[in-house]
């Protein structure tokens, strides 16, 4: 079954400490972004990548980094949380980026206290 | 001014209303256009692409002014089901895929 995958589904951490959100699609793609979700803003794109070892910052980078090592992961890491980044985390994979369908991992729901 | 703007409702309707969502962009450049519906608490998921020419898909119809910068989804027959969040959603072409709008959100009752 195509799908992406995304680990944990929910986290509850403190200020300051590192966490890794996994994202995994098994479809071959070769664009995945990450997203964060919060009331009234919508999806806001955090980082994205086109291939392998290429990422780029998306609108709102600040505070996370990722990584794209293999085609099939893309993690997204937060050095050290903030209350601020509290939020619905989306993780989505499309074949090449240029508009196509994106398909959605089932989202981590992320409180930093 | 946000990219991609969508009234965020509610829409309240009764079952078997016709509703209409609006959305309005403001890149002139852009390529393509979706519609996606996200659930509570759930991943969006793809609803529809928009083409020029207008697409209609069962219930649901798209339509694209690239003159006024809108697009619009038209559910006739609403049934219960229909209760969710459309996104409208915009590629602006470039490195980066998608623009989403902050949603609609539409409740059927009964």
């Known amino acids: 079954e195509a799908q992406v995958t995304q680990n944990p589904r929910y986290l509850i951490t403190v200020t300051g400490k590192k966490l890794t959100v996994t994202c995994s699609q098994n479809m071959n793609h070769e664009y995945m972004s990450w997203y964060r979700q919060d009331p009234g803003l919508g999806l806001r794109q955090i980082y994205y990548?086109?291939?392998?070892?290429?990422?780029d910052k998306g609108d709102v980078p600040e505070g996370y980094k990722v990584s794209r090592k293999e085609k099939r992961n893309f993690p997204l890491i937060l050095e050290s949380p903030s209350p601020n980044q509290t939020s619905l985390y989306f993780c989505a994979s499309t074949r090449t980026g240029s508009g196509e369908t994106q398909y959605f991992g089932p989202g981590t729901r992320l409180l930093v206290l | 001014r946000k990219e991609v703007e969508q009234d965020p409702g509610p829409f309240n309707v009764p079952e078997g209303a016709t509703v209409a969502f609006n959305c309005t962009y403001s890149n002139s450049a852009s390529q393509s256009f979706f519609w996606y519906r996200q659930d509570c608490r759930k991943e969006p998921k793809l609803l529809m692409s928009v083409y020029s020419s207008g697409n209609e898909d069962g219930r649901f119809t798209a339509q694209l002014n690239r003159a006024s910068q809108y697009i619009s989804l038209l559910i006739r027959d609403s049934k219960l089901s229909d209760s969710a969040t459309y996104l409208c959603?915009?590629?602006?072409?470039?490195?980066?895929?998608?623009?989403f709008g902050s949603g609609t959100r539409l409740q059927v009752q009964p």
């Open positions: 959603v915009v590629n602006e072409g470039g490195r980066r895929a998608l623009t």
């Open positions: 990548s086109m291939n392998v070892e290429v990422t």
